[in-house]
């Protein structure tokens, strides 16, 4: 890291990327290696992403040296490297708050910045929009630069781009291939060899080194998209990429800039476990807030998810579990090791994920495919088709169903019950606690029918805490755990607990609340709707997706569909927007789904009705 520390920091006189115009090669090194020290004093204290930043500090100077961004136009690949960006862009000092409510977001975000040119965080999606971003610009004399990352560049998205560019070859579009040799998890497949093999003979010819490397002979799986490949170039090299993009914007044309860059540099340990330190957790003193309600637990649904997997593995020789680049944040990296044969990481490609399961199911395999469930919208077509049309009974299992927290809008998982109801045949369910995800896990194995589970990105309840069941886990049955005469709440998966809470705190006001867990949206259990809508003034669906198309949504058309009186259904959810960035507690209880918040609506809903008319006679009114 810096030796400066102690001097004025140059970082700090950077208002714009205009102010890098003025410095000095060596001076631009340094303002790499004040970014780098940002990163290391922020990120442990905020938590989010470490080495990606850390490895293009010196490209992202680089870049804002030669182009100017307000004009042409640079775009990010899922954009969890862009803190070096945002400091060049007069959010240095915002910095200290990225990820918090209120603060920066982890990604680039056009609201914040006219140097943002793009909102997104899932891979391989830059090369296309940079492309049409150049294409539509054409009678400008501007560049759009896309970066990616060597894990994000086999996404079929990004291979459709780089197909379609050929076409377009004209356009001034600078792709640059940020090849660190890493995912979150060390890269997989073909093409991450092919590229290894290319800087091992870069490196072996004495080719790596300065802008002028262009080795057109060793990119040719590149060029054979016809376009110029220009590399492998040393991503650290400060002089060298100056003068190559200054090179390359003189020219006036398109170019494919093969990157070779250290994740995690100038941080020895991010450096020596790159997987460990992709990302890293905020300190305890701002550490996420704790959810106000006594049940939760310590460990995650993640983890309660591997182990049943794998035990129910060691039992069950069919079963063989797929990642999309996932293998930690699924907790499928603890299946592996005893399971090398039956695990698979495809790399970020979710829907051949997918598509692969359900050939694997086909062939008789008890398929696991854990997905998060804002990745997983990009498989959709393939749970229309290899999945539902084909009836392949595949366990997609979605992590990070809800709100996740600080990765904010990208990554929120509030759209999974709309998109997998929208098609017919899946199974769709959510435990209420870490032992129901294992039933479910083992009973949705059993069933031979496509289904999903989700489950939020929190820790479930302890076992001891757990609310006893009162009819075991049965498909399309749900399970009443209170009743009471002044309104039902029908809870699905992670609300389960919080409506549990709510009706608690609401029996100490004298109101008393029947509580359904209604752990499958399909198939509903009509018997629990009936119940509800027969023997309640008002019946609460409480869910943690967004309500348009949820499980209140599908509530309200079974109650519609069969005449039970759906006009007494309140759904509560999220609204119909995208839930901001923030600790996931504090996002909950903004959109009033902790249990106090719960209470208090459910009061307010109840007090509400007294002196209203009453259904048949607004219904006469309506007549
Ligand atoms: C569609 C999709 N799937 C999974 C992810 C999760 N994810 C975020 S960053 C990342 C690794 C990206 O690696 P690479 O593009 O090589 O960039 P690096 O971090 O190495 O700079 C993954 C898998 C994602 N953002 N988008």
Not at 209 to 214: F, K, R, Y
């Amino acid at each position: 890291m810096s030796d400066a520390r102690e001097d004025a920091k140059l970082l700090d006189t950077i208002n714009g990327p205009e102010d890098l115009k003025n410095f000095s090669i060596a001076q631009l090194e340094r303002i790499a290696e004040e970014i780098r020290d940002r990163i290391v004093e922020v990120m442990p204290v905020n938590g989010g992403h470490f080495g990606s930043g850390l490895g293009i500090a010196d490209l992202t100077v680089a870049l804002h040296r030669v182009f100017d961004f307000k004009r042409d136009q640079f775009v990010l690949d899922v954009s969890h490297q862009c803190y070096p960006h945002k400091m060049l862009t007069g959010r240095n000092e915002l910095y200290d708050n990225i990820r918090i409510k209120g603060g920066p977001a982890g990604y680039t975000r056009p609201a914040e910045s006219p140097y943002d040119w793009w909102l997104w965080a899932h891979a391989g999606s830059s090369i296309s929009t940079a492309l049409g971003l150049a294409r539509g610009n054409r009678d400008r004399d501007s560049y759009a630069v896309a970066i990616i990352g060597d894990a994000s560049i086999p996404t079929g998205m990004s291979m459709e781009a780089l197909n379609h560019w050929a076409d377009l070859e004209n356009e001034r579009l600078i792709v640059i291939l940020n090849d660190n040799d890493m995912s979150i998890a060390p890269t997989v497949g073909g093409l991450s060899r092919h590229l290894k093999a290319i800087k091992r003979e870069a490196h072996d010819r004495g080719a790596i080194a300065d802008g002028n490397g262009a080795n057109a002979d060793l990119g040719h799986f590149w060029s054979a998209f016809g376009h110029r490949y220009v590399g492998p170039v040393d991503g650290h090299d400060m002089a060298g990429m100056v003068a190559l993009f200054e090179r390359l914007k003189a020219e006036g044309r398109g170019a494919f800039v093969h990157v070779k860059t250290v994740k995690g540099k100038g941080h020895i340990e991010a450096e020596k476990d790159q997987w460990k330190w992709h990302a890293v957790s905020p300190a305890k003193k701002s550490g996420p807030k704790k959810l106000e309600f006594a049940r939760v637990g310590k460990v995650p649904y993640t983890d309660i998810f591997a182990e049943a997997v794998i035990e129910r593995a060691r039992r069950d020789p069919e079963v063989e579990a797929i990642t999309a680049a996932m293998p930690c944040g699924t907790g499928l990296r603890a299946f592996a090791p005893e399971f090398p044969d039956r695990f698979y990481d495809t790399g970020i490609a979710e829907q051949h994920a997918v598509g692969f399961a359900a050939g694997l199911a086909k062939a008789g395999k008890k398929v696991i495919c854990a997905i998060y469930s804002t990745f997983m919208q990009r498989a959709y077509d393939q749970l229309f088709q290899e999945i539902a049309l084909n009836d392949q009974p595949v366990v997609l299992c979605m992590d990070r169903g809800g709100i996740v927290g600080p990765d904010g809008v990208t990554h929120n998982g509030t759209f999974d019950i709309a998109y997998t109801r929208s098609l017919p045949r899946i199974n769709i369910m959510a435990p209420a606690d870490g032992s129901e995800l294992r039933d479910m896990i083992n009973m949705a194995l059993d069933l031979g029918r496509p289904c999903v589970i989700r489950y939020p990105r929190t820790a479930a309840p302890e076992p001891e805490k757990e609310y006893p069941r009162n009819r075991a886990l049965e498909l399309g049955r749900a399970d009443l755990l209170r009743e009471g005469r002044d309104g039902a709440v029908l809870a699905y998966g992670s609300m389960v607990y919080p409506a549990m809470e709510a009706a608690e705190i609401l029996a100490r006001r004298g109101i008393e609340l029947t509580v359904w867990n209604a752990r499958f949206v399909r198939p509903l259990d009509l018997e629990m709707l009936r119940h509800a809508l027969d023997e309640h003034p008002i019946v609460f669906t409480v869910e943690e997706n967004s309500l348009n198309g949820g499980f209140g949504s599908a509530c309200l058309e079974a109650a519609a569909l069969n005449r039970l009186g759906a006009d007494k259904i309140l759904p509560i959810g999220l609204p119909d927007s995208f839930v901001e960035h923030g600790d996931r507690a504090e996002m909950l209880e903004e959109h009033r789904l902790d249990p106090a918040s719960l209470a208090n609506r459910f009061a307010e809903e109840i007090a509400g009705l007294e002196g209203r008319p009453s259904r048949g006679v607004r219904q006469a009114e309506a007549y």
